[in-house]
């Protein structure tokens, strides 16, 4: 039984004091010490007479109890008489005594009178009250032989955390799994300091096999800070560690805060055998918690192969989707129709189709803001931009749009779908001139009279009184014709302005290319544009981090970001073991080309497989009948600016920079002259006039037309 604190505080006082009464008198004979002590053993005398005139049978004690300060008195006098500290030390013989009576009586002490009081003052024995009596009889009363034994356990381990077992049950079907109710042995106290170690020892289990839950209040029972449960459960656990169901495996190894997504519960597991699709849908325990999922760690927790063609994650607010296909699910082809592409009332289409198989939409203008749409498209070659191009131009001449498709370099693809739209050129020249055209379409545009009322107006899509049609201009390799050295500066300051007021005038601009970033040609103005106005697609940029980056450039804000590899292969035996036995990885991988990630107007990305155009047949099933053209009105005025003809030809004399003139000298110098400026937008280079150095055959033959203006 431990020692009371009043027991030991006595003792350290007695201590103290012995070696201050054999010193004080002798080297501070005048110290108020002496009086100090005096005064108490007055003060213990007359405690003694009072004592001694009580006629109460605890006198004996009384005077036993105030007997330490008498004798203290005694001793500082004794000292105080002798000289130095008396004959064989006489006073710290005395002072010692003193402290070891006092150490081993300690009247003072309530513990020390209630357990060690001396045998002749102590009161004849008494029956034991009647409290512990009903306490005793209040544990067992009603108990039964589990409880019993649980609470025999439980008094032989000390009452870990000063705790008492008020019930223990039996789970059922289980032989050593149980949970005792437990509440602290003083009422009104807490349970502290009580963990699952020392639930576990008195009962000879694993810790690990212990778990400490509050208890409720419930009616006829108390609960709160005093209560607790501990649920042991041996047997529950050898099972669940060698046979878990799907709820303990995901709370074991997923939601653990070592898992893959830590403070997360599953809701539950589907199988869509038809598809061939196993679904894990969770959310997390705080719903105002955003999931933070390490795909490759959910996987090796659930036993699942960690392919990224296979395994997607969905994220939606709190809760999330982890979706297992069998086989790769973007693998497959989705075939373009015209009843797909076919845009409805609010300018929306279906141009893929995910990987649960959803249909997802873009648009060839905005409904919502009463406006055309932009387009910008990313990917390295051979990713799908065309094919894209192909469904998105087709939907937009659905809608009765015209179309005008540009590139740095001429290619199959891009030749055939120029017999289904307006026009069609691939050079860096043709595309600065389709830029420069529509921008001065804007200024046309702008003052067209509308027929109900005679007055220009915005363009509103849809309107059946507008008298022109929307504008789709199309910059395929936009980066690339952006660094030309002859009319990048055009096409890229063209193409800025056209992003920013065209949409005013029923122009869209689609560039497309790899980069979304201002040193590849896309200023921070433009990007801003055609991310606000415009469903980003972001086909394989490489890598998927490249992917993740130019998915993000285009976001306004950075939400997960769904990975493109460069082939989708499936994870196929050990590679270890292939490479202990010297064998090569399977060669089964399934190009991703057509796969594309698809920024929503929520900032969400999506992955996608987009819809395919065959070119290899008839593109005409997907077109309509009749190509879409310009109004008479805007071919006249465009012509009147000398801004309509065939943009093949060769750069005219004063197109885009001014010739050179001779001076007053007559040598052959040059000024600056806004050549371009009169014919509809068209402005001077920097290079306006400049002295190129001849390092080839085109540049002499170029630099002499310049001279002789032919």
Avoid at 554 to 577: K, L
Avoid at 653 to 663: K, T, V
Wanted: proline share 7%.
């Amino acid at each position: 039984m431990s020692t009371p604190r009043s027991v030991v505080l006595e003792r350290l006082a007695y201590t103290l004091a012995a070696p201050v009464l054999a010193v004080a008198p002798n080297l501070y004979p005048g110290s108020p010490i002496h009086q100090v002590v005096q005064l108490a053993g007055v003060a213990g005398i007359g405690g003694w007479f009072f004592a001694a005139k009580s006629d109460a049978p605890s006198a004996g004690r009384k005077i036993l109890r105030w007997s330490p300060l008498v004798l203290a008195a005694a001793v500082d006098v004794a000292a105080g008489h002798t000289g130095g500290f008396g004959p064989y030390g006489m006073d710290g013989l005395l002072a010692a005594g003193w402290a070891a009576a006092g150490y081993l009586v300690m009247p003072f002490s309530r513990h020390a009178r209630r357990r060690h009081r001396p045998a002749l003052a102590a009161p004849v024995p008494q029956p034991a009250p009647a409290e512990p009596i009903e306490e005793q009889v209040v544990q067992d009363d009603g108990a039964d032989l589990l409880t019993r034994d649980a609470r025999m356990l439980w008094e032989q381990a000390g009452m870990p955390g000063r705790t008492h077992i008020v019930k223990a049950t039996r789970h059922p079907g289980q032989q050593h799994d149980m949970t005792i109710l437990l509440r602290a042995s003083e009422t009104g106290r807490p349970i502290t300091g009580l963990t699952e170690a020392a639930v576990a020892a008195p009962f000879a289990v694993h810790s690990g096999d212990v778990v400490l839950a509050e208890v409720a209040i419930q009616p006829g029972r108390q609960g709160g800070p005093g209560w607790m449960e501990a649920h042991i459960t041996p047997d529950a656990s050898q099972r669940r560690r060698k046979a878990p169901t799907d709820q303990e495996r995901w709370t074991d190894k997923v939601g653990s805060p070592k898992g893959g997504a830590p403070g997360s519960e599953l809701v539950h597991k589907d199988r869509d055998d038809v598809r061939g699709v196993t679904f894990y849908r969770a959310k997390m325990a705080d719903s105002t918690e955003t999931p933070r999922i390490d795909l490759a760690k959910v996987c090796r927790a659930l036993g699942l192969p960690e392919d990224d063609s296979c395994v997607f994650v969905l994220i939606d607010g709190s809760e999330f989707l982890i979706s297992v296909f069998d086989s790769p699910p973007l693998s497959q082809i989705f075939r373009a129709t015209r009843e797909l592409l076919t845009p409805d009332a609010k300018g929306m289409y279906v141009c893929g189709f995910t990987i649960t198989g959803q249909p997802v939409k873009t648009m060839v203008y905005q409904h919502d803001k009463n406006a055309p749409a932009h387009g910008l498209t990313l990917g390295v070659s051979r990713s799908g931009k065309t094919q894209f191009f192909a469904i998105h131009m087709a939907a937009q001449s659905l809608d009765g749009e015209v179309v005008w498709l540009g590139t740095v370099r001429k290619d199959e693809k891009t030749t055939v779908l120029g017999r289904y739209i307006d026009r069609q050129g691939s050079t860096a020249l043709w595309m600065a001139r389709s830029l420069r055209a529509a921008k001065a379409l804007c200024e046309i545009r702008a003052e067209m009279p509308w027929p109900h009322d005679g007055q220009p107006h915005d363009y509103k899509p849809g309107d059946p009184r507008c008298p022109y049609r929307q504008l789709n201009v199309y910059g395929d390799e936009f980066m690339t014709a952006a660094q030309d050295g002859d009319f990048g500066e055009f096409i890229q300051k063209d193409g800025e302005d056209l992003t920013v007021t065209g949409l005013k005038y029923g122009i869209g601009f689609n560039p497309a290319g790899q980069s979304p970033f201002a040193h590849n040609g896309f200023s921070t103005e433009m990007k801003d544009n055609l991310r606000q106005n415009s469903r980003p697609v972001i086909f394989n940029m490489g890598s998927p981090g490249a992917t993740r980056k130019a998915a993000e450039g285009t976001m306004e804000n950075a939400y997960d970001v769904p990975t493109i590899p460069a082939r989708y292969s499936r994870s196929e035996g050990s590679a270890i073991e292939r490479a202990m036995r010297g064998e090569a990885d399977p060669e089964n991988g399934v190009s991703t080309g057509g796969v594309a990630v698809i920024v929503l107007d929520n900032g969400r990305a999506v992955l996608m497989r987009s819809l395919y155009a065959d070119f290899d047949t008839d593109l005409s099933e997907l077109f309509p009948d009749e190509v879409n053209r310009l109004t008479d009105h805007e071919i006249s005025e465009l012509t009147k600016r000398g801004l309509w003809f065939d943009w093949n030809e060769p750069v005219r004399p004063g197109e885009f920079w001014p010739e050179p003139e001779e001076d007053d000298d007559g040598d052959g110098g040059s000024r600056r002259r806004g050549g371009g400026g009169d014919k509809g937008g068209g402005r001077a280079s920097k290079g306006g006039g400049r002295r190129e150095e001849v390092v080839s055959a085109r540049k002499a033959l170029e630099a002499i037309k310049n001279l002789t203006d032919a």
